[in-house]
């Protein structure tokens, strides 16, 4: 399995939310990567902390789809490693990443019986999730106090807005010239008001606490506003819809949602971003695009395999401490390696692996196996 893809041209989906963020990095001029059609990565994600740190992240450690409906290319990375990520970089020594990797195995493998069994890995699967929340949680208290200056304990819209705003060079004077003359703009704010407003738990007051604000920049761990953010990949979903060009692998009834009972068909889950082939290289990405998705939709979200994906069922897949979905994943993570076919996975194999599970390929695995044990 190969993990590096090609640099194809940008094809982000077309729906209003994401669009409405992409919009907002070019209207503050915020330099924006281009990345693959199908996954974002953890290297091109990096921004300026400080200059962002108030507005809703795009990737969320730990969920499957990004909020703009891409699948998450790191996933099994960051719920195998959690934050524990020093020593798998690129650059990193091979003899010392071989053993943390061989550390890591020893504390997935609880019964110590040398082989990781699904229960083990679901486990596993859930403390590292719950550690991405953590620092979530971490972090916001940090971006809390950003935007609550006189540490009252509540933030309105208009005092988050200047706020975020002025960290991007305007001042309170400039925000509503800025907002009057720039239609995109205020496009932008208006689909954040929406999200702000979600976040505001009864008895609405439009003043968000802490831990509101914490539903406001990370949705997957409040269940209301996991199914704001459901509704709003759906949507956007089927706005992409129809695709420039349809897989040629796929033989499937193209069944666009007509009637608007907001559920997903599997050729609009895989429906490709409005663009172009460019040349080969672009081909392969479209074709990995289609292939991923379909795989995806087939084996984890689509529950009940009726061809149908509902907001219940995508908010189950898209729920980060899902215990059910959490064992689906460490069953499909072992299966990827396990290449007796024991439903186990032993040392060699997660050598042998390594790229998946760490981002880092390791090689002379066998011969790893017994130096470090």
Do not use: Y
């Given at each position: 399995m190969v993990f590096s893809?090609?640099?194809?041209?940008?094809?982000?989906?077309?729906?209003?939310?994401?669009?409405?963020?992409?919009?907002?990095?070019?209207?503050?001029?915020?330099?924006?990567?281009?990345?693959?059609?199908?996954h974002s990565s953890a290297r091109e994600r990096a921004t300026n902390r400080e200059q962002n740190e108030i507005l809703p992240p795009d990737?969320?450690?730990?969920?499957?789809?990004?909020m703009d409906g891409h699948l998450n290319k790191d996933f099994h990375q960051e719920v195998f490693l959690g934050k524990d990520v020093d020593g798998f970089e690129e650059d990193a020594e091979p003899r010392r990443s071989r053993r943390k990797l061989m550390v890591i195995f020893s504390k997935v493998?609880?019964?110590?019986?040398?082989?990781?069994?699904?229960?083990?890995?679901?486990?596993?699967?859930?403390?590292?999730?719950?550690?991405?929340?953590?620092?979530?949680?971490?972090?916001?208290?940090?971006?809390?106090?950003?935007?609550?200056?006189?540490?009252?304990?509540?933030?309105?819209w208009d005092e988050y807005k200047v706020k975020f705003l002025a960290s991007k060079g305007h001042d309170e004077r400039e925000v509503a010239d800025a907002i009057r003359n720039n239609a995109e703009l205020k496009e932008v704010l208006e689909n954040l008001k929406d999200r702000w407003y979600q976040a505001d738990n009864p008895?609405?007051?439009?003043?968000?606490?802490?831990d509101e604000f914490l539903s406001f920049l990370h949705p997957e761990h409040s269940r209301g506003m996991l199914k704001f953010m459901v509704k709003e990949i759906v949507r956007d979903l089927g706005e992409a819809w129809?695709?420039?060009?349809?897989?040629?692998?796929?033989?499937?009834?193209?069944?666009?949602?007509?009637?608007?009972?907001?559920?997903?068909?599997?050729?609009?889950?895989?429906?490709?971003?409005?663009?172009?082939?460019?040349?080969?290289?672009?081909?392969?990405?479209?074709?990995s695009w289609v292939r991923d998705r379909r795989k995806e939709f087939e084996e984890l979200i689509d529950s009940n395999h009726d061809?149908?994906?509902?907001?219940?069922?995508?908010e189950n897949y898209m729920d980060p401490m899902?215990?059910?979905?959490?064992?689906?994943?460490?069953?499909?993570?072992?299966?990827?390696?396990?290449?007796?076919?024991?439903?186990?996975?032993?040392?060699?194999?997660?050598l042998k692996y390594s790229e998946f599970f760490t981002g880092s390929k390791l090689m002379d695995y066998a011969r790893s196996v017994h130096e470090e044990f």
């Open positions: 893809w090609p640099k194809p041209r940008r094809a982000p989906l077309c729906g209003l939310a994401p669009r409405c963020l992409w919009l907002l990095g070019m209207v503050l001029l915020v330099d924006v990567s281009a990345r693959p059609a199908n990737h969320l450690n730990g969920v499957k789809l990004e493998d609880v019964d110590t019986d040398r082989r990781i069994s699904a229960k083990e890995m679901q486990r596993w699967i859930m403390e590292k999730t719950a550690e991405h929340f953590q620092e979530a949680v971490k972090e916001n208290r940090v971006h809390f106090r950003a935007v609550d200056p006189d540490g009252d304990g509540r933030v309105s008895p609405a007051d439009l003043l968000l606490t802490e129809p695709p420039a060009r349809f897989g040629r692998t796929l033989t499937c009834r193209m069944t666009f949602d007509q009637d608007g009972d907001k559920q997903l068909s599997l050729p609009e889950f895989v429906s490709l971003p409005v663009g172009t082939v460019e040349n080969q290289q672009g081909q392969d990405v479209d074709d061809g149908i994906v509902t907001p219940e069922e995508l899902n215990e059910f979905n959490a064992l689906n994943e460490a069953k499909q993570m072992i299966a990827i390696a396990d290449e007796n076919q024991n439903h186990h996975l032993e040392p060699e194999e997660v």
